[in-house]
């Protein structure tokens, strides 16, 4: 029971016995694999449990039952939908740059698995734990938006030129009010570490010590997260009705695959980044020096804490796509320029006060 409430033991006897069968550089390499493997495999089963996921929530919200006919309850349906893609040829266009063409999903794909690397899952079970793993998250998730302008630009088609031109658009102005909402957290932490954003969270999460600003954050992360992830409302760099597919209308088979693997897995870091900064990420719910009722909410274990809270957030996200319309790209921009983003710069001068006169718990 010990390994489901801090990993720290299982991570250190896996290290001790490969370390004590192998010598150090072959330690560090078979450490490496093991990552690897678990990594691509969390993002093959993320993308398979989000589109049934995704098709249950459609249908519940429009009041049907969704995948009902593959294997009980339909819960086969997904990996019918995985087999398929699998299967299929890929095809790449004759007047494409065929170079660029293939590499881009390789790019927007290695990028979602690097992004999860800071994340904490759970206690000492985290991939790479940096000092300024926001930063890194910041800096790193920047480098999908070259993937889709490759894609887009080599596709040699108008629809993808336009779907990526619109998504480059949306990528770049939303980056700057969820990063000015992340700069919130850190401001109340002090801190750059996703660990040491969490455990400043052992007395309550941030979305209540954290007043008003904390509210205004958590509220602007999620709106400019959707757009940033190209999902409804915001799908202009994926419109159906008028650019087929966007970005990736050229694609088949597992380059396509990918593209949508990314779109699953970059939701996942999202609502993850958002459970972790604003809702305690592993972090029990605990209410202050309430020491009975936080011994109880101990019970449950931290891993399940995380996934359960990053799961209600991704059901947020796909409640907001099947009931708001989609926005034209002159009010998607207007959303971002003229209000978010003001609010967001005046959020940072509030935030700023309530740090100085220490106004927060």
């Not at 887009?152 to 969820?178: D, P």
Request: with cysteine; charged share 10%.
């Amino acid at each position: 029971m010990k390994y489901l409430y801090d990993f720290t033991y299982l991570t250190d006897e896996i290290h001790n016995w490969l370390y004590a069968h192998c010598s150090p550089l072959m330690t560090m390499l078979l450490e490496f694999m093991i990552v690897g493997v678990c990594v691509l495999s969390v993002c093959v089963l993320l993308a398979i449990i989000f589109v049934y996921m995704e098709r249950k929530v459609a249908a519940f919200m429009q009041i049907r039952l969704g995948p009902n006919r593959v294997g009980p309850k339909g819960i086969l349906q997904a990996v019918a939908d995985v087999l398929k893609l699998l299967l299929k040829e890929g095809i790449t266009p004759q007047a494409s740059d065929k170079f660029l063409f293939n590499l881009a999903p390789f790019i927007v794909m290695i990028v979602a698995m690097l992004v999860l690397a800071p994340i904490p899952f759970a206690k000492g079970l985290q991939m790479y734990d940096i000092n300024i793993g926001v930063f890194y998250i910041s800096a790193v998730s920047s480098i999908s938006v070259i993937g889709i302008l490759m894609a887009g630009w080599a596709s040699n088609s108008k629809y993808s030129l336009l779907g990526a031109m619109r998504s480059g658009a949306q990528i770049v102005s939303y980056e700057l009010s969820a990063g000015l909402s992340i700069i919130v957290i850190v401001a109340l932490t002090g801190s750059m570490s996703m660990n040491d954003i969490v455990e400043s969270q052992r007395t309550g999460w941030w979305i209540f010590k954290g007043h008003i600003p904390a509210i205004i954050a958590f509220v602007i992360f999620i709106i400019a997260g959707t757009a940033e992830l190209n999902r409804a409302p915001f799908d202009m760099a994926e419109a159906e009705s008028e650019l087929t597919a966007g970005f990736h209308t050229e694609y088949t088979g597992m380059r396509f695959a990918m593209f949508f693997m990314a779109e699953y897995v970059n939701m996942f870091t999202v609502c993850a980044i958002g459970a972790t900064l604003f809702l305690g990420g592993w972090m029990p719910f605990h209410v202050g020096h309430f020491e009975s009722f936080n011994h109880i909410m101990d019970f449950i274990p931290p891993v399940v804490w995380f996934f359960g809270k990053t799961f209600f957030l991704i059901f947020v996200i796909m409640w907001f796509r099947w009931t708001f319309p989609r926005l034209r790209i002159d009010q998607l921009l207007t959303l971002e320029w003229k209000y978010l983003m003001p609010i967001s710069l005046v959020n940072m001068i509030l935030v700023a006060l309530v740090v100085i006169m220490k106004w927060h718990f």
